[in-house]
């Protein structure tokens, strides 16, 4: 995901860093944007409880994540650090992949310090603060959680070096971003991305047009994805302990030779291998997308 180049956000950010951070510079947010930020968290909480998984309502509370304000990032990392070891650092929007990598790699995770306007609530291409921090923050306070990320990052420099960073993205965007996890109480959210939009989180779990599959890394790391609307295929994990198990803990190295032979699987496949919990009708994407699909 590149953004645009350091010199594009100088003219408005001109004390951004080689590494595109910038101060948050909390004293500057507006009420409206404290109210976006309210708005949106209660109407998530309205939903979450029953839907998000545990370690996500846990993160929320250990954090001491406010309701009501934009979090200053000072005061959460007070905490974040003493649970694992991060930090949350403030960029003016995307950041060139390499940028990406070496923050996470480092334990920094990068979070844009604009905030969604109020008419644009439930969609927005580019990921702001309160997808970033609500969103993923909370399980970077778990500890196994938090080691798969640094490890990603990692992983991602060396993804780079086997020009397989393609099929490493997906492994983000079918984990970090959109992930269900299957616990004893039932399928629940864990992805960033679904877990910051109220349609995604009632549409993950309740729809039928949607695949639900077992996570299968291989399989995974060849299937497009999309960007524009609610995903056709979520992939489900057991626990953290086998996300870190079957990623952070392998080596990629002899999959990183093989993937260039292979062909891409679409967002949509349900192949006979893979252990599906439901199989979609793909109703929605058919029918109400909101655009054609564009998947990576
Ligand atoms: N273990 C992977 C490698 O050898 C890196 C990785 C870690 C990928 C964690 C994803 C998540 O390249
Ligand atoms: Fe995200």
Request: proline residues 7%; glycine residues 6%; contains cysteine.
């Given at each position: ?22 101060p948050q510079a909390w004293e500057n947010y507006t009420?409206?944007e ?36 934009i ?42 310090n ?183």
């Amino acid at each position: 995901m590149e953004g645009p180049s350091i010199d594009e956000y100088r003219p408005e950010h001109p004390d951004i860093r080689a590494d595109f951070i910038i101060p948050q510079a909390w004293e500057n947010y507006t009420d409206v944007e404290h109210g976006v930020w309210k708005t949106l968290y209660e109407r998530q909480m309205d939903l979450l409880p029953g839907r998000a998984c545990n370690e996500f309502l846990d993160g929320l509370k250990a954090l001491k994540m406010p309701e009501d304000k934009i979090p200053n990032f000072d005061e959460m990392n007070e905490h974040l650090m003493k649970l694992t070891g991060w930090q949350v650092v403030a960029v003016p929007g995307l950041v060139p992949d390499s940028i990406f990598f070496e923050h996470l790699a480092n334990r920094r995770f990068v979070s844009g310090n604009f905030i969604r306007k109020p008419d644009q609530l439930d969609y927005l291409q580019e990921p702001d603060i309160f997808h970033d921090v609500f969103g993923h923050v909370p399980l970077l306070a778990n500890p196994i959680f938090a080691d798969y990320m640094e490890a990603y990052g990692k992983g991602g420099l060396r993804a780079m070096e086997h020009h397989c960073l393609q099929n490493l993205s997906r492994l983000y965007w079918y984990t970090v971003e959109f992930g269900l996890i299957k616990t004893p109480e039932g399928m629940r959210i864990y992805g960033a991305g679904i877990l910051s939009s109220k349609g995604e989180s009632i549409f993950s779990l309740d729809s039928d047009s949607p695949n639900r599959i077992h996570f299968d890394l291989p399989r995974l790391m060849r299937t497009k994805y999309r960007i524009d609307d609610y995903q056709q295929t979520y992939w489900v994990i057991d626990s953290f302990e086998e996300l870190f198990a079957e990623t952070a803990a392998k080596d990629f190295g002899p999959i990183y030779e093989e993937l260039p032979d292979l062909g891409s699987y679409e967002p949509w496949d349900v192949l006979a291998k893979d252990k599906v919990y439901t199989q979609g009708t793909q109703e929605y994407a058919k029918s109400k997308g909101r655009m054609p699909v564009h998947a990576a």
